[in-house]
């Protein structure tokens, strides 16, 4: 009889000769735009602090006055004793930022999500969801026991027919801008399905707050969608917000629900205060420095017009997520590492992160990015596509 788990060393043999192995790299400096790894200078362009806050000395200056007054722990969950001034405060101003009733703070995205639609399905309920919705609202929708049912990627007859015979308290769900692909959810028409079946819509908005809209308020406010089209609305700080953690925007009523019933909320210890006052300041700088975005929209048409001159197959996208397609895994981690050893930093993103065949070099670009870094970027990828040929490393499986 083999011991348990004997299979593990068998399942990680094959993941390194399919090209799927995961690895960590050691940062030996901030969070920024030229980074040290090993020793080595190397410009990043697969970091998702898109406009330049984790390191700004700003934030850096009220995290540290912050965490001089209330310490480094918030010592307990939010329910109990760990909900300060701070966390208040930052509450209030994201609601009056998304234009929602109320906001609730979550210790990261993958809590709120599945704090969300856990808390507010059941058996008997059913959830549709965008198959290529992030890993966290996926579980989200197991976690809850509701019938999950998942559409095409923006296919919205698809995700009608399914709605069809749907019956119980239905939700759809969708990230706002995919992270792999860089593309955005179809609001406009997902907010009209959703009142047709009568059903609540939540956006999963990520990589679209800050980054989107007149004001930063992401995707709902480039659609001009209300809190009555969108019922729900996840953001995280983690991303164009430079800090961490989560937060949850809509009624009153999904708020009070959520404390009640979320148990990512409930059972497990709030973010520290001094996260919640430099994310307050992170929430200013998007708020009175519009200039970021408009950085951002011209590196985006800067890559994107020199990547079609050179041929790469560019996916179908307008934000700071600026996919590659390249297909084999192998291949696709050859380049990236090629794109490594001439100093750039462009991580490969392979299944199960994608779907199988559509192994992609993920380019992401932050308001600290110069013209200068974008074109030397383009040189070093006409360099890695020509040096190693597409009939190197076919072991997709």
Known sequence: MKPSFAHLVDQIE????????RQRRILESPQGIEIRID??????????????????????????????????????????CGHSEEHHALEEELAA??????????????????GVIS????????????????????????????????YRHGDLGHLDNLLQSASGNQLIVTDGVFSMDGDLAPIADLTALAKAHQAWLMVDDAHGLGVLGTHGAGVLEYFDASSQDVQVLVGTFGKALGTSGAFVAGSKLLIETLIQKAHTFIYTTALPSAIAAATRTSLALIKTEPWRRERLQ????????????????????????????????????LISAALFEQGFWVSAIRPPTVPQGSARLRVTFSTQHSALHVEQLLVALERAFSNIPECLGKVDG
């Not at 094959?14 to 192995?21: D, S």
């Not at 059941?122 to 019938?147: I, Q, T």
């Not at 560019?314 to 297909?327: K, N, Y």
Request: with cysteine; hydrophobic share 40%.
């Open 97 to 114: 930022f998304t234009g929602r009733e109320r906001a609730l703070l979550f210790s990261t995205g993958y809590m709120a999500n599945l």
């Open 298 to 333: 011209e590196l985006v048409t800067q890559f994107r017009n020199g990547a079609r001159q050179l041929g790469l197959n560019l996916m179908a996208s307008t934000t700071p997520i600026q996919p590659i397609l390249v297909g084999d895994n192998q291949r696709a981690m």
């Open 119 to 150: 808390g507010l399905l059941g058996k008997g309920d059913k959830v549709f969801e965008d198959r290529l919705n992030h890993a966290s609202l996926v579980d989200g929708g197991l976690l809850s026991r509701a019938e999950l049912k998942r």
């Open 39 to 80: 020793g080595e200078s190397k410009i990043n362009f697969c970091s998702n602090d898109y406009l330049g806050l984790a390191n700004h000395p700003l934030v850096k200056r009220r995290f540290k006055d912050a965490a001089e007054q209330w310490g480094v722990g918030s010592g307990a969950a939010h329910l109990v």
């Open 14 to 21: 094959t993941l390194k000769q399919r090209g799927l192995y």
